[in-house]
């Protein structure tokens, strides 16, 4: 049973992705160690702008998809 290597673009889209990750366990532990109001406003804007930088992600991974598909098919 031999697993084979996942290809380039999975490795690098791992990578971005470990971005928002972080900005996202950044803003939990604000949310959690500072107290008060001005914590929980950094920590939940941290948690939102994961979120954003996450969906802004996945649209261009699709996009990237489309060009892998593209550069696949002969005349594309």
Do not use: H, K, N, Q
Not at 5 to 30: E, S
Not at 38 to 57: F, H, P, Q, R, S
Request: hydrophobic letters at 55%.
């Amino acid at each position: 049973m031999s697993s084979s290597p996942r290809p380039d673009w999975m490795r690098a889209a791992i990578r971005r992705f470990l971005v928002p990750a972080a900005i996202a366990v950044a803003g939990m532990v604000v949310v959690l160690v500072v107290a008060g109001t001005t914590g929980e406003i950094i920590g939940w804007t941290l948690i939102g702008l994961a979120g954003i930088i996450a969906v802004a992600l996945v649209f261009l991974e699709v996009g990237y998809s489309e060009d892998r598909d593209r550069a696949r098919r002969p005349g594309g």
